[in-house]
Structures are given as C-alpha cells and as structure tokens.
C-alpha cells in the first residue's frame, strides 16, 4: 500500500497537499474525499495513516522537509499546501521549501507564536498563518465573560495555557493550571495563577491543591483520544460530587458530544473550529471552499 499510496501521490496535478496528519488534517482530508477534491498526504508515522493507505489514498510515507519528500507530492505542481505542524522549526522549513519550489502555489501554515506568524506571513513565503488556538478563543471567552470564583484548566499545549491565562486577567479570579509536561507557559504568569505540573484525572488529585468549592469552572483540555476516558470520568464525579461546577471538554469526535451532555457539561472542538475559520480565507478554488 505505502508504494502505491506513493506513486498515486506523484501523479497529483493542481491538488492540495496536507502536511502532518493531526485532528484538523483528517477534517482536511476527510471534506476531500466526500467532494472528490483532489489531494496528497505528506506524514512521516506510517502507523498514523494505515487506514488510508489501506484505502489506496495518495500518501507519501516520510519527512516533510526533505526535498524528496515534497517532489514525490509533486509539490511544484500543487495549488495549495496545508502545514500542519507541532514542531515550528519542520512548519518553517516546510514553507521555505515548498515556496522555492513552487511560487505561485497557497500556503497555509499552523503556528502559535506571533512573530512566527509574521515571518510566515511576509516575503518571499507570503504564507497564510493562523493559530487554531487562538480562534478557539472565541468560544472561551463567551465562556468565561462576567464570570466568578476560581477556575481550573487541566491539559498541557497552546490551548490549555492560553485559557488559563485568559480566566488569570479576569478579576477577582484564582486560576489553578494541572499541566503534566510543561513547567511554564509561553504568556506572562501573574499571581492569581498557579501552575502545577501534575496529572490530574481525580478528584483527588484536585482536591490536593484546591478547594472545589471555591471552584465554578472546569475547562479539561486533554487532546489525545487515549484520555477521552479519563475526561468523562472527572466530568462525571464532577457532575456528582459538585453540580455547582460549570465543565468544558475538548473532543474531536462529534459522536462524543452525546456522552459529555449527559454530564451536564459544554463540549468544544479546536479543529473544528479551525477548519470552519479556514474555510473562510482560503481562495475560491480551494478544495476545502464552502459550497455556495
């Protein structure tokens, strides 16, 4: 499957390239397949991608920002290239790439920081650069307008930190960040913020540093589908043990919604988001443009 996935992928003429296979790619990739618009995968975990190799979709199996990698996408001949990275430096070195190679073609970039962003943004790459995080933003702050009392954020990436930080700038609120992988966070930290580098998916494990019933909100940000369980299951003890407390979860399966509901609680979705966002400023011919 990979060597055919590879050979479809090379015969590719003015089709849209997708780079990293994350939750807003499969959107991405997903729209392509049920409109017929024409595209390519670039992603370097074979594993990640079995299924659409499985169905003879066109994939190239490898890193990004090796030169091979793009010609076998056939990247001087795309429309549109979709990066989507964790990791800046590959996001840049994608870009830089792509638009020697092709300098006519649109590039739409993820990427956190702002001054990334500019760098992105002017030229020669002239890409458009966007953070799904902060168009998240939107809905949090519906959220979190005019509220009171403490608020808990549990996760670990742009998203978690920028919520936590968001509630810390209210007034009169204590904002308590359960992040177990990072010892800091990428916005100024201020007093009423407090950061622990744990994992918090008991109530137990809150109650150690917090009163819950100081607390009205709880925003569980975790991305990875593995955590899901451990999401509804604090949702739920929350739901028991504190109904006073207002629940947010991140989920990237819509069909999730149903469960998280029963808890009382809200859901939100990152690449959802992003993907409605980006269908707004891509071109006319994208293959992810709404229909008219």
Same mark, same amino acid.
């Given at each position: 499957p990979v060597i055919t996935s590879r050979i479809l992928a090379s015969h590719k003429r003015n089709h849209a390239i997708i780079i990293g296979y994350h939750h807003l /790619? %499969?959107?991405?990739? *997903?729209?392509?397949i049920m409109y017929k &618009?024409?595209?390519?995968?670039? %992603?370097?975990? +074979? =594993?990640?991608?079995?299924? #659409?190799?499985?169905? &003879?979709?066109?994939?190239?199996?490898g890193d990004a920002? +090796?030169?091979? /990698? #793009? *010609?076998?996408?056939?990247?001087?001949? $795309? &429309? *549109?290239?979709?990066?989507?990275?964790?990791?800046?430096?590959?996001a840049i070195?994608?870009? %830089?790439?792509?638009?020697?190679?092709?300098?006519?073609?649109?590039?739409?970039?993820?990427a956190f920081a702002d001054h990334v962003? =500019?760098?992105?943004? +002017?030229?020669? #790459?002239?890409?458009?650069s966007f953070s799904t995080s902060k168009w998240a933003m939107e809905h949090i702050h519906e959220w979190t307008k005019n509220k009171?009392?403490?608020?808990?954020?549990?996760?670990?990436?742009?998203?978690?930190?920028?919520? $936590?930080?968001?509630?810390?700038?209210?007034p009169d609120r204590e904002v308590y960040l359960f992040d177990d992988i990072n010892d800091g966070i990428a916005f100024v930290v201020n007093e009423h913020l407090h950061i622990y580098q744990e994992f918090a998916c008991y109530l137990s494990d809150l109650c150690a540093h917090v009163k819950l019933e100081k607390i009205t909100q709880v925003f569980i940000c975790w991305k990875e589908e593995s955590e899901f369980d451990e999401a509804i299951y604090l949702t739920s003890k929350l739901r028991l043990r504190h109904p006073h407390i207002e629940v947010?979860?991140?989920?990237?399966?819509?069909?999730?919604?149903?469960?998280?509901?029963?808890?009382?609680?809200k859901t939100f979705s990152t690449s959802k988001k $992003?993907?409605? +966002?980006?269908? &707004?400023?891509?071109?006319?011919?994208?293959?992810i443009a709404q229909k008219e």
């Open positions: /790619s %499969e959107r991405i990739i *997903e729209h392509c &618009k024409q595209f390519c995968l670039i %992603e370097d975990n +074979e =594993e990640l991608v079995e299924d #659409l190799l499985n169905a &003879k979709h066109p994939i190239v199996i920002t +090796e030169t091979t /990698s #793009l *010609e076998l996408a056939n990247a001087k001949y $795309a &429309k *549109e290239v979709f990066i989507n990275m964790d990791d800046v430096r590959v070195i994608c870009t %830089e790439k792509i638009r020697k190679m092709n300098p006519h073609c649109q590039i739409y970039v993820r962003q =500019e760098y992105l943004r +002017e030229p020669p #790459l002239n890409a458009f009171i009392g403490g608020a808990i954020v549990i996760g670990r990436d742009n998203l978690t930190h920028r919520i $936590a930080y968001h509630i810390s700038q209210q947010f979860v991140r989920i990237f399966d819509e069909e999730l919604k149903d469960i998280i509901k029963k808890f009382n609680a $992003a993907f409605k +966002e980006l269908q &707004k400023v891509v071109s006319k011919d994208s293959v």
